[in-house]
């Protein structure tokens, strides 16, 4: 079983920034991708970012171009910063990791509310 631990979140002005952290209890590299997902009130969950095992990037259409996925490998831990905030980011975003073996596992979520 892979856990997974999110922190950053809370509440940011509009057109700040926003950067979250997902520490696995695995190796990355145990892992087939990692990265986030978010869920608005009354919507689908959606793709925020992620990294694969190797390296391969993806944005979802919401943030490209105001996001930066990034991981550390030796802390088993993938970050990503969202930049120039709107009320329409808020949701609750969730770790998301695919083992080797295909199987999904998501963090418990975060709150981000982006509000003056």
């Known amino acids: 079983q892979v856990q997974l631990v999110e922190s950053g979140g809370g509440l940011v002005q509009p057109g700040g920034s926003l950067r979250l952290s997902c520490a696995a209890s695995?190796?990355?590299?145990?892992?087939?991708?990692m990265g986030w997902y978010r869920q608005a009130p009354g919507k689908e969950r959606e793709l925020v970012a992620t990294?694969?095992?190797?390296?391969?990037?993806k944005y979802g259409d919401s943030v490209r171009g105001r996001s930066t996925i990034s991981r550390d490998t030796d802390k088993n831990t993938v970050y990503v910063q969202i930049n120039g905030l709107t009320a329409e980011d808020t949701a609750v975003y969730y770790c998301?990791?695919?083992?080797?073996?295909?199987?999904?596992?998501w963090g418990q979520g975060t709150q981000v509310t982006v509000s003056s």
């Open positions: 990294v694969t095992r190797d390296g391969g990037l």
């Open positions: 998301y990791a695919m083992s080797l073996y295909g199987y999904d596992h």
């Open positions: 695995v190796s990355v590299f145990r892992l087939n991708a």
